[in-house]
């Protein structure tokens, strides 16, 4: 890849949100979620791609319902369209929406690939390399085919990581701490470096863990999270299903805007170029507008 894509570069320093809350309520081009942390002054919106909305769908709403905000997959899944469909489908949206959109693309996990899109799930390196590889050789035979597009992958482990140093414009990390950022940051360079860091705002010890229990329940099922606590120092007795309170504390910050803000901050310190927080609020159903207001506050962000 070439010189960071815009979209990338404005990132750099700044702090978004990670979150499917958009797909609890009706889609719309208005208003919505979208508008409402574009409104806050966060920099970005990353959101997954698993049993809702398809992603590049989803992309094209969020980016007519804001004029500022960046929209990021956090992931699209490769295995939910050829290479052909994501790369000309980046050129049309970044022509479209200004440079706004990054493609951020991951291998999945095994149950989401075999049970609910019916792929065999194998060589997940070997895949996401032939299909960024794809990606570079497509054709693309309309006015936007020369359209600049800014890509990361999803990646944990050092070779994932070098992967996206080589044929990426950086990385998108999940469910990591402080230390993971330092290291990855020492595999790729200067790429981008897009870390999510989930948090609960406020709240007793006791509903913290509910709350961090209850959003680990599914990560403690796959084994690509698995692997790389085991690489962090954490063992089985960490990942039991909810994870043990060792991991909701080493995954999850709890405490006030203050003390999350010092976790974006630490972040940054070790390497990270843009952290996305994930509020987890009472009801994960419901949009967490009063965290993300609460948050933008400790966090100093202003209105575009």
Known sequence: MSATPSSLARLRGTTGIWTGAHELIAPTTRG????ELEALGYSALWFP?????????SATLLLSATSTLTVATGITNIWGRDAVASVNAARTLNATFDERFVLGLGVSHQPLVERLRGHEYRSPLTNMRDYLTSMDKAPMHAFEAQQPYARVIAALGPKMLALGAELA??????????EHTALSRAVIGDK????EQAVVVGQSREEFLTRAHTHLEFYTGLENYRANWRRMGLGPDDYVRGGSER???????????????????DHFSAGADHVCLQVLGADPAVPA???WKLLAQGLGLSAP
């Open 247 to 265: 991991l909701c504390d080493a995954m999850v910050v709890h405490g006030d805007a203050d003390a999350i803000a010092q976790r974006v901050r």
């Open 49 to 57: 791609e698993s049993w809702g909305r398809e992603s590049l769908t």
């Open 169 to 178: 414009d950086g990385v998108h990390t999940y469910l990591v701490d402080v």
């Open 289 to 291: 507008f009063d965290e």
């Open 32 to 35: 919505g979620v979208g508008a």
């Open 192 to 195: 981008f470096l897009g870390v």
